[in-house]
């Protein structure tokens, strides 16, 4: 009971049997003794005067009226109006209160945008905050990956997601999918009466069964264009009522740009750091492979060797080696593993290892090279890669050079007053032919006139401004005169690329000389 302007006060609220009982639970021992029969109050107290709440439906006020006190009826209407007031100010105080939780979030998603976090760490800070706000005992992120049309789970708020699946965004049975497609919230409420708004026995998505959910698209206001969907947050079991309001729906329509920026932001720093870890790596193996393969420059007893690799990217798949070897002979291999970059490299780094073995340790360059195919043959298979490869021994006492050539097409022995002799292949590279097909051959080395001239394609296939070649021939020609003159092995290299690097033009494969003279 409450006091207005000299009158006593009670609200009273319409029970299902047509009695009033007070509304104020502290009146609970007030007797239910007020009945509503035709719109009417009977009423045991006569100095009692009952009346309806035309603005809130099935509560009555009661004023006890000293004797004395007139104008009733105002103090109903006055009564009527403070009760507006009153609930004017709770719908403010409510809007308020998603005001500042609207402001808090999107702070929150303010500062994850500001800090160099790693992308599920955003999603886990995200999803927390949201799920939190909205009242969500469960919650969950999927991010689009557009590489596999699919949307993956990183983060979840009272769920491990750990054991989630993708989500093809194709999926006509999923929630998440289908908010993705649509760019609109999906949402589900248990009490609705409608069963259209049930979702079907066919989702899978069981988190969703049985509660209400909201599934929200993680839209990213892109620069100049359309806002994209990268991704969806989940939402369900529901604290408190069974039922996400539409406040809950505004709240998530008006933050979905900014949690889509925060995560699009998390993702670019995380791709920025992986290309800067490979970036580290890729240095790492080029500085690795010049420590295999130096610029070499050697002369002995009989012999002058030069070689050179300039990898077309951080590293390469063009090796070559040089063996010393007994009785006065000298192995010089160039091999060219397909593709080029960092897998090249690595298997590039295996077969030189390999033929340091096998080259060392064999008399004829077919064996060795037979004997380098059973070594690295199941590598070279599930890598889905092959390598031509030329091994020649030049016996500087005999005059004698053999050879193998699997596949290599850019080899030569130059002799003064003859034209370049060309080397052939009896076999295609390692990993396209059968080794029984490999030969060796022979052909005369004059000792202090022959040369062995070797390079990959990577030199004769630099296509300049006009879209011609440097060509083959132009690498022969090039070498043939330098070695008219006299050159030295490591002046060969440098003719040959100066007149690579005055020709211009785009490089787009390792591109490796070696020269002998002996």
């Not at 469960?138 to 689009?144: H, K, L, P």
Request: charge should be negative; aromatic fraction near 6%; include cysteine.
């Amino acid at each position: 009971m409450r006091e207005l302007a000299g009158c006593s006060i009670r609200i009273w609220q319409l029970t299902g049997a047509g009695a009033l009982r007070p509304l104020d639970p502290s009146e609970a021992s007030v007797p239910d003794y007020l009945v509503v029969r035709d719109g009417r109050v009977e009423s045991l107290d006569e100095h009692r005067f009952v009346g309806p709440l035309e603005s809130l439906p099935g509560h009555w006020f009661e004023l006890e009226v000293p004797e004395g006190v007139s104008g009733v009826e105002n103090l109903g209407r006055l009564l009527e109006c403070l009760l507006e007031a009153e609930r004017e100010t709770e719908l403010l105080a409510g809007e308020l209160a998603h005001r500042y939780e609207e402001i808090n979030l999107l702070y929150s998603i303010a500062e994850t945008l500001g800090r160099t976090v790693s992308l599920t760490e955003a999603c886990e800070i995200i999803v927390a905050e949201v799920a939190g706000v909205v009242g969500a005992g469960r919650g969950s992120i999927f991010v689009y990956d557009e590489g596999e049309q699919v949307l993956r789970p990183v983060a979840g708020c009272g769920i491990d997601v750990a054991d989630f699946l993708p989500v093809d965004v194709a999926d006509e049975t999923s929630v998440a999918a289908r908010a993705f497609r649509e760019r609109q919230i999906v949402s589900f409420d248990p009490s609705a009466d409608d069963a259209a708004d049930r979702p079907s026995e066919k989702v899978r998505d069981q988190a969703y069964r049985g509660s209400a959910f909201l599934s929200v698209p993680i839209l990213y206001p892109a620069p100049g264009a359309e806002p994209k969907a990268v991704g969806v947050i989940n939402l369900t079991d529901r604290q408190g009522p069974d039922s996400f309001q539409l406040a809950h729906h505004k709240l998530m329509a008006a933050t979905a740009n900014q949690i889509g920026a925060a995560i699009e932001n998390a993702r670019l720093v995380e791709r920025d750091l992986a290309r800067q870890r490979l970036n580290q790596e890729l240095a790492l193996a080029r500085e690795m492979q010049h420590k295999l393969l130096p610029r070499m420059s050697l002369s002995g007893e009989g012999y002058d060797f030069a070689a050179r690799c300039h990898p077309a990217e951080a590293a390469g798949g063009d090796f070559y080696k040089f063996f010393l070897l007994s009785e006065g002979r000298v192995g010089v291999v160039l091999g060219d593993v397909s593709s080029h970059g960092f897998s090249a490299a690595l298997m590039m780094a295996l077969v030189l290892s390999a033929v340091g073995i096998h080259g060392e340790n064999t008399a004829r360059p077919d064996e060795a090279i037979r004997r380098l195919l059973a070594s690295v043959s199941d590598e070279l298979a599930s890598a889905d890669m092959h390598l031509s490869i030329f091994y020649g021994v030049a016996d500087l006492e005999s005059g004698v050079l053999q050879f193998a050539n699997a596949g290599h097409p850019h080899a030569f022995l130059m002799r003064p007053g003859s034209e370049a002799l060309r080397l052939g292949a009896s076999c295609p590279p390692l990993g396209l032919c059968d080794a029984a097909e490999l030969r060796c051959e022979k052909v005369d080395w004059v000792p202090r006139e022959s040369a062995l001239v070797l390079f990959s394609d990577g030199i004769a296939d630099v296509v300049g401004e006009k879209g011609v070649a440097f060509g083959e021939s132009r690498v022969v020609e090039t070498a043939e005169r330098a070695l008219r003159e006299g050159a030295l092995a490591a002046e060969v290299l440098d003719t040959v690329f100066t007149s690579l690097a005055s020709f211009g033009g785009v490089v787009s494969d390792d591109q490796t000389l070696a020269v002998l003279k002996g």
